[in-house]
């Protein structure tokens, strides 16, 4: 998944963008460092490739020959949690699951004796 630096914008065309792209939902540049395969903080130039030319702004639009837009994966979709712990609990009637979620207490009341004055 290819997508901007700065919003997450996802890039579904299959060609690299321009050298003055801009991302349509932030106007920031698409064909920049940050968004670049070889961009990496860690190294001399902030840029992995020993032929390019330094370049000052990394998220200004730049007219490298070796950018390639950086594939990233998808973010894990969200496993949805079961409310029952149990098949058994699952069958069990609504109002029986509604006691149990809530720890209603009216049943009890109603069939402990009233105190009377």
Request: hydrophobic share 20%.
């Amino acid at each position: 998944m290819r997508q901007c630096y700065q919003c997450g914008w996802e890039w579904k065309k299959p060609h690299q963008p321009a050298f003055r792209e801009l991302c349509p939902r932030c106007d920031s540049f698409l064909h920049c460092c940050k968004n670049c395969t070889l961009y990496d903080r860690t190294v001399h130039h902030q840029c992995k490739s020993p032929t390019v030319e330094p370049i000052a702004d990394k998220e200004k639009g730049n007219f490298c020959d070796e950018y390639r837009f950086l594939e990233t994966s998808p973010p894990p979709k969200p496993k949805p949690s079961k409310p029952f712990s149990s098949k058994a609990e699952e069958k069990l009637d609504p109002r029986e699951k509604w006691r149990r979620l809530f720890k209603d207490d009216a049943d009890t009341d109603q069939n402990s004796p009233s105190e009377s004055g």
